[in-house]
């Protein structure tokens, strides 16, 4: 596994994070407790410092299993922790709330699901536009004023939103999509850098797409993630994506590695990424997924895969 410092906190994370939305199951299909408690446990023993989860990942389940996990292996000091506010999920449907009052409780609730009496990083899951963004980030000042949470940042935001939450508190961490298959936030992510935030990824292997498992056109569920949030999995996107998977190919036969690491490795080496975050339901999948961090792409590779991801994302 590698390591860098994440912006100014002065916390070391794993530049691979474990995402929590598929462990809480809403949308992702249906694994069994054992199988999630040990994903969870399967990450910390591969190095993984650094786990993603949120309240809205299934009604704060997600944040359950991460709880017992971690209070199972005694492990809370060396594991940092982020999960996030002002999103919740609500008989099957994503529900924004930033009100103060709103975040208050959802902070004191993640605390118990997580077995814990501090978080690491707090990030506002959404924008609300419903409530005034000043009342949603002084709520998060406060709680870090108060010592419940011990960085704060946002996910989801525009750099207009994000200037305006600056003048407000200071923004840690910016958290957002990143991949192959999704790049258009780079330059967002690079105005991050430069006020000096640390730089999360979500959706780093495309919901899965850029494993390669899937290579003929299939239909999903409406509240599957698969066609509720993410665009690739139907056309034309579809096509463009298994080109960009060709090349991937010719890579991953040379390299002898799978094409899940050729998409983390692409995103991981970004100089703006500070960590990628990747979901995974199974101790295999991890194990994969962290041999991407014992090795790097080749600046000849890295053009290739540019030239390709451009082409895939082009209209």
């Known amino acids: 596994m590698r390591y860098q410092e994440f912006g100014t906190t002065g916390m070391q994370f794993s530049e691979l994070s474990l995402g929590t939305w598929g462990i809480g199951g809403a949308g992702w299909g249906d694994v069994d407790e054992a199988t999630r408690l040990d994903a969870i446990v399967a990450a910390i023993e591969c190095g993984i410092n650094t786990i993603d989860t949120a309240p809205a990942y299934n009604a704060g389940v997600a944040e359950c299993y991460v709880g017992r996990a971690v209070e199972a292996l005694g492990c809370r000091d060396k ?43 707090y990030l506002v899951h959404w924008p609300d536009p ?77 919901a899965g797409i850029l494993t390669g498992a899937q290579r003929t056109l299939q239909h999903y569920a409406d509240n599957d993630n698969r066609s509720r949030f993410y665009k690739f999995f139907t056309e034309p996107m579809f096509s463009k994506v298994m080109d960009l ?21 692409w995103v991981a080496q970004k100089d703006f990424v500070s960590n990628t975050i990747v979901g995974a339901q199974h101790r295999h999948k991890i194990q994969e997924n962290a041999q991407a961090f014992t090795w790097t792409l080749t600046p000849e590779e890295l053009a290739i895969l540019d030239a390709a991801v451009a082409v895939a994302n082009s209209l």
Not at 140 to 152: A, C, D, P, T
């Open 79 to 121: 594991v940092h922790i982020i999960t996030k506010c002002g999103n919740t999920f609500v008989d099957g449907a994503y529900v924004r709330d930033g009100r103060r009052d709103a975040i208050k409780r959802q902070c004191q609730q993640s605390l118990e699901n997580l077995r814990t009496d501090y978080i690491d990083l």
């Open 130 to 206: 419903k409530v005034p963004l000043a009342e949603t980030i002084t709520t998060l000042q406060s709680l870090k004023e108060e010592g419940i949470v011990r960085h704060v940042g946002v996910s989801n935001f525009t750099q207009a939103q994000m200037e305006e939450a600056s003048q407000l508190c200071q923004l840690e961490a910016y958290q957002g999509q990143f991949s192959m298959v999704h790049p258009q936030e780079q330059a967002l992510m690079q105005w991050c850098q430069s006020q000096r935030m640390g730089v999360m990824t979500y959706g780093s292997m495309g």
């Open 245 to 265: 998977l060709g090349k991937m190919d010719v890579i991953a036969a040379q390299r002898q590695v799978p094409l899940s690491q050729i998409a983390l490795n």
